[in-house]
């Protein structure tokens, strides 16, 4: 008898010690990519939509307060709602070229919310072309007609 709550004592202590180990993650916010390529768009192309995933690795709830891009060439519809710990959204931006000269750009997006490292940064990148120019492997412009 005396050896069964023996064992039932430690066994009810090796319980109690596991659960106060446990460690308490706050909010964390981990993007699925750190850099985005959206690849080619025309000036005269309609604005180009893309996606970034995220995701909460931290136990508690993460709120995302606000993004900011680095141009008003770049639109986001961010998730208002908390985000519960291990779950993912997505983030919907999208990219117009009309108002650049061609050229190749990466542009930054932040992200400001309640995460232990806000603001998180990503990157997208572009290369904007006009209808009637090509890019050569040197990264020059030629200008070409229709005839």
Same mark, same amino acid.
């Given at each position: 008898?005396?050896?069964?709550?023996?064992?039932?004592?430690?066994?009810?202590?090796?319980?109690?010690?596991?659960?106060?180990?446990?460690?308490?993650?706050?909010?964390?916010?981990?993007?699925?990519?750190?850099?985005?390529?959206?690849?080619?768009?025309?000036? &005269?192309?309609?604005? *180009?939509? $893309?996606?970034?995933?995220?995701?909460?690795?931290?136990?508690?709830?993460?709120?995302? =307060? %606000?993004?900011?891009?680095?141009?008003?060439?770049?639109?986001?519809?961010?998730?208002?709602?908390?985000?519960?710990?291990?779950?993912?959204?997505?983030?919907?931006? &999208?990219?117009?070229? *009309?108002? $650049?000269?061609?050229?190749?750009?990466?542009?930054?997006?932040?992200?400001?919310?309640? =995460? %232990?490292?806000?603001?998180?940064?990503?990157?997208?990148?572009?290369?904007?072309?006009?209808?009637?120019?090509?890019?050569?492997?040197?990264?020059?412009?030629?200008?070409?007609?229709?005839?």
């Amino acid at each position: 008898m005396m050896i069964h709550k023996s064992f039932f004592t430690v066994a009810v202590s090796l319980c109690l010690i596991g659960l106060c180990s446990c460690e308490h993650k706050p909010a964390h916010l981990q993007l699925g990519e750190e850099m985005v390529d959206i690849g080619t768009v025309l000036i &005269t192309d309609d604005p *180009k939509a $893309f996606e970034v995933e995220l995701r909460n690795t931290g136990d508690d709830e993460l709120i995302i =307060s %606000d993004v900011e891009t680095t141009c008003h060439c770049t639109t986001v519809d961010y998730p208002k709602d908390p985000i519960k710990g291990g779950r993912s959204v997505t983030l919907h931006l &999208t990219f117009s070229g *009309k108002e $650049f000269f061609p050229s190749e750009m990466t542009r930054e997006v932040k992200i400001y919310s309640n =995460s %232990d490292d806000s603001p998180t940064s990503f990157y997208f990148k572009v290369k904007v072309l006009s209808p009637n120019v090509a890019s050569d492997t040197c990264g020059t412009y030629i200008q070409y007609s229709h005839s």
